[in-house]
């Protein structure tokens, strides 16, 4: 069974602060998405990250896929209270065509 | 109008009882899936059926049954529910089986079901 681990599992901040969120397994991925999944409502995709060393900026938000495929990382700059939300990140194995999701980091940004 | 809609957003429901989760997607998607959302614990994909076929079933208890009629709905009949069930039921879909790559999941709002 592959494991997606995520930390930190919460994060309290306030706004305008930077904060980074890391996803990590002994697994290599093909490829690795990040999710975010607001109070009340389903996880909604953010960025798809496919080669290793890969960087995607989304505004404020910097993903980067680990070199080896087994890890990514999500940096948000000047964190605002819309960032709030549910984090998660799914990685996909090419050959079993499975999505296993990670346990996910609770963000919390307050004025 | 949402790409994905589920109902009713909230169910409470006893054990003896006998209900349904419903899913529509309006974005012409061919696969559809169940997934269990339980704190502290990962997204856990129940089924997933591709053109009206079920072609995954991840050892989930028989007390819950899919049911897909065409590739726009999908359903979730629940009967003999046991405390444990009490989760965030979530409905996806995707233009094509393979789960993320090329065809990402885009999720409904979910159905809050609590078993008592």
């Known amino acids: 069974t592959q494991l997606l681990e995520q930390s930190p599992q919460f994060l309290s901040i306030q706004e305008g602060e930077n904060l980074t969120v890391y996803c990590n397994s002994s697994s290599v991925f093909s490829s690795l998405q990040w999710y975010r999944q607001e109070p009340g409502e389903g996880p909604v995709l953010l960025v798809t990250?496919?080669?290793?060393?890969e960087v995607k900026k989304l505004k404020r938000l910097t993903f980067q896929f680990g070199d080896a495929r087994k890890d990514s990382s999500l940096h948000i700059t000047a964190a605002q209270p819309g960032d709030t939300g549910l984090y998660l990140c799914?990685?996909?194995?090419?050959?079993?065509?499975?999505?296993?999701f990670g346990t996910g980091t609770r963000l919390q940004v307050t004025l | 109008e949402t790409g994905v809609t589920q109902t009713p957003r909230h169910l409470v429901m006893g054990m003896t009882n006998k209900k349904s989760l419903k899913c529509e997607q309006h974005?012409?998607?061919?696969?559809m899936y169940w997934y269990k959302q339980s704190a502290k614990k990962p997204l856990e994909l129940m089924f997933v059926?591709?053109?009206?076929?079920?072609?995954e079933n991840n050892s989930v208890p028989s007390r819950f049954s899919p049911e897909c009629p065409n590739s726009s709905h999908l359903f979730l009949h629940l009967h003999t529910l046991q405390p444990e069930d009490s989760a965030l039921y979530l409905c996806?879909?995707?233009?094509?089986?393979?789960?993320?790559?090329?065809?990402?999941?885009?999720f409904g709002n979910g159905t809050r079901l609590t078993v008592t």
């Open positions: 996806a879909s995707s233009q094509g089986y393979k789960q993320g790559g090329n065809s990402p999941l885009h």
């Open positions: 990250v496919v080669t290793g060393g």
């Open positions: 974005l012409g998607h061919n696969a």
């Open positions: 059926y591709s053109l009206e076929e079920r072609v």
């Open positions: 799914a990685g996909l194995t090419g050959t079993a065509s499975k999505l296993t």
